[in-house]
């Protein structure tokens, strides 16, 4: 069947990069003479009257259902091979079809022209059968990069499959064999991909050479990777075994050691293949510290290096940062680190140098505010990084951190219309006459606000101006801000791309009017194509009625392809409990064609769960043959068993069964959950069956038994409500 398909597919699909080209410069030279009569081939065809221009399925010769763009050649106009060059180029463009050849008929009327198109297959549901992990199904599924919905290639296929095989190669399946076979659903145009895999044996680890560039013997090092010839070889046990390596050698202090594993040419003979272990140690690393005392503790908090296992600049300025703010908490607010590095070619070592300047240890006791007319200090004081010294703290003060509030005040005066806002600070280090003791005054001098004097919206068509409104911040006498602008853009681009316009635009134009505080704000949208929604195809379930999955989609034909009905319908199947994966993807996600057919793909999971486990109990009962005021000690081994069927009937309903049982006492219980109940998403119906046997006292066990069933309906007015009916039963022995 495989090959039978492939012989039909290779002429249909469209060729890529320069064969596309190539074949579409012959296409457009000579396919318009192909299927002519010997007639139209002696006539020529430049400059012919063009009287019907068709778009025609090679398959069926009827119409194309695809909405046809229009075309640069056009009926009652002569014919003319550019325009008939950028009529393929437009077709190709909407990406609905795989190859289009052009045919000219002579008719009384003039040139009929015909496009005759083959439609495009597009990847549905990728299975991978006879998969030993490692690799996962889910990591080999990404290997391959098949993306749903996307066109299918015979080449993008085969490009998929040795991707794979490289996977199998690095978990040590140097053996396996990868076929697939094709399923095409011609009504639909999916095509269904499933990979057979004979993973083979996985080879193990043979002979261990060393490139050995550490202090350290090969024997030591060996012991160190955990590494023998009984280990098979995966990428995972390989990576572990170059971290525990690496791990002992940043220890020993080469903080910028190197270990990197690679297997050899596999020996099939043996099912083994030799690994090469390169390591590398480097300088051991010496880390100084001068000007203040930093425990061992705290080094390795406040130096990345340590946890990094590496030494680069990025990390030592990192930690420079981290000793430098350390201080700044601990009231020196003028401290200083500098760090440098260099070469000990005597010892061999590479040192690392933090210089502290810690300075005099200050504290912050208040900060102040001049000038501010529009926020009070209450607000001003909630954007600082400035802390007053408060009980064990001196505060927290530096220099920069001065400067950054200073610009937050800024930015808060920027964007409530001061255009023209300065913010500067000065520090009284006397303050009330106590030496080191700081006061912090932050100088704002506002200037004139800005505000909008109208807001006008251009270019909406599909979307109303009230609509629009509706999530637009700024608005006629509001303060201009251009943090509002830009809050306005995303919020009107993200309502046109849950809309369907995913190539709408977005400009404002500001223009001055007679009063100097007053602004002209423009919207201009540019919307685009808006993408509708063809239909909608369910696919990837095997067990559960489709029914189920179609009432949880809120995507429907028809409609805009809103991203937020694509996010709730993942969040309903999600919701069911029944599937691991769902994704939601167009057909044709590139195509210039703006309606698009939908794939909901819904896998299942595993439909049984199954737990258990054992244990030893023990219990003090009171009364005993010869004294009814005693207690006794029993004990007695326990189990328990737990197992749950999902998706029964395929009506998304759980069976479970929970049993707890010991010679002691003994617990059961059985549960049918039905959510959806009666094809209604606020109905919901649950069956429970209870029954155990507890023992209190030596003299008498009691016997249970209860069943209940509960109906809870969702209502507007109370978020929940049920009815229960229940009934037990008590026995008593003595």
């Not at 495989?2 to 012989?7: E, F, G, H, S, V």
């Not at 008929?105 to 597009?122: H, I, K, M, Q, S």
């Not at 599924?141 to 490009?159: K, T, V």
């Not at 809103?562 to 996010?567: K, M, P, Q």
Request: hydrophobic share 35%; charged share 25%.
């Amino acid at each position: 069947m495989k090959a039978a398909y492939r012989d039909v597919l290779r002429p249909f699909a469209r060729p890529s990069g320069a064969a596309r080209r190539a074949l579409a410069a012959l296409a457009l030279a000579g396919s318009v003479m192909t299927n002519v009569t010997a007639r139209a081939q002696q006539a020529p065809v430049e400059g012919q009257r063009v009287a019907e221009i068709r778009v025609l399925y090679a398959t069926t010769g009827g119409n194309a259902e695809e909405l046809v763009p229009p075309l640069a050649l056009k009926a009652g106009k002569p014919f003319d091979f550019e325009a008939e060059r950028e009529s393929l180029r437009e077709l190709y463009r909407m990406g609905d079809y795989s190859n289009i050849q052009v045919t000219a008929t002579p008719e009384a009327e003039g040139l009929r022209v015909d496009f005759v198109v083959r439609r495009n297959y597009y990847v549905n549901v990728v299975r991978i059968e006879g998969l030993n992990s490692p690799p996962s199904e889910p990591a080999a599924l990404a290997s391959m990069r098949l993306s749903l919905g996307e066109p299918f290639r015979d080449s993008s296929l085969r490009e998929a499959v040795e991707r794979l095989t490289e996977v199998f190669a690095q978990e040590g399946l140097y053996l396996a064999k990868a076929s697939w076979t094709l399923e095409p659903h011609d009504d639909t145009r999916q095509m269904d991909i499933t990979v057979h895999v004979e993973p083979g044996p996985r080879a193990r680890a043979g002979s261990i050479s060393f490139k050995n560039e550490t202090p350290y013997p090969e024997s030591e090092i060996l012991s160190r990777l955990k590494l023998s010839g009984k280990d098979e070889i995966t990428s995972n046990r390989l990576l572990r075994a170059a971290q525990r390596l690496k791990n002992f050698l940043v220890g020993q202090g080469y903080l910028g050691a190197g270990v990197v594993i690679t297997p050899g040419t596999y020996d099939a003979q043996t099912n083994r293949a030799p690994l090469t272990c390169a390591v590398t140690a480097g300088p051991r690393v010496r880390v100084e510290i001068s000007g203040a005392n930093l425990s061992k503790g705290e080094r390795r908090k406040l130096l990345p290096i340590y946890a990094e296992g590496a030494v680069d600049e990025d990390l030592l300025q990192e930690g420079r940062r981290n000793i430098r703010d350390y201080f700044q908490r601990q009231g020196y607010f003028n401290a200083d680190v500098e760090v440098s590095s260099e070469e000990d070619t005597a010892r061999g070592e590479r040192v690392i140098r933090y210089d502290i300047t810690r300075g005099d240890r200050f504290r912050l006791d208040g900060i102040g505010f001049d000038g501010n007319k529009y926020f009070n200090q209450k607000m001003l004081a909630r954007r600082l990084q400035l802390q007053p010294a408060s009980f064990a703290s001196s505060g927290r003060y530096s220099q920069q951190l001065a400067r950054d509030d200073a610009d937050s005040i800024r930015g808060l005066y920027l964007s409530n219309g001061f255009r023209e806002a300065q913010v500067s600070t000065t520090v009284d280090d006397n303050y009330r006459g106590k030496k080191d003791h700081l006061f912090v005054t932050f100088h704002i001098v506002e200037g004139e606000q800005t505000r909008i004097a109208s807001l006008e919206l251009e270019g909406n068509q599909r979307i109303s101006t009230a609509t629009l409104l509706g999530v637009i911040g700024s608005t006629s006498g509001q303060p201009y801000s251009e943090a509002d602008i830009a809050s306005d853009r995303n919020n009107v681009l993200a309502l046109y791309f849950n809309e369907g316009f995913t190539d709408a635009h977005f400009q404002e134009e500001i223009q001055p009017t007679d009063a100097p505080d007053r602004l002209r704000l423009i919207y201009h949208i540019t919307e685009g194509t808006q993408i509708e929604v063809r239909n909608v195809l369910l696919t990837g379930y095997e067990y559960t009625r489709p029914g189920v999955i179609a009432r949880e989609v809120e995507v429907h034909a028809g409609q805009p392809l809103r991203e937020s009905d694509v996010l709730a319908t993942q969040r309903q199947l999600y919701n069911l409990g029944i599937f691991d994966r769902v994704q939601i993807e167009p057909q044709n996600p590139d195509g210039a064609d703006p309606k698009k057919t939908v794939v909901v793909d819904a896998e299942e999971g595993d439909r049984y769960t199954l737990g258990y486990g054992f244990g030893f109990e023990v219990q003090r009962l009171a009364g005993n043959s010869t004294n009814p005021t005693g207690t006794t000690l029993n004990e007695s081994p326990r189990g328990i068993f737990e197992i749950s069927r999902g998706d029964m009937f395929g009506r998304a309903q759980t069976l479970s069964f929970k049993a707890r049982a010991s010679t002691l006492e003994y617990r059961g219980a059985l549960g049918y959950t039905a959510d959806d109940f009666l094809a209604l998403r606020s109905l919901s119906f649950q069956l429970t069956g209870f029954a155990e046997k507890t023992q209190d006292i030596n003299t008498f066990t009691s016997t249970k038994a209860e069943g209940a069933r509960n109906w809870w309906k969702s209502s507007r007015r109370r978020a929940r409500c049920s009815t229960a009916i229940s009934t037990g039963a008590c026995k008593r022995r003595t």
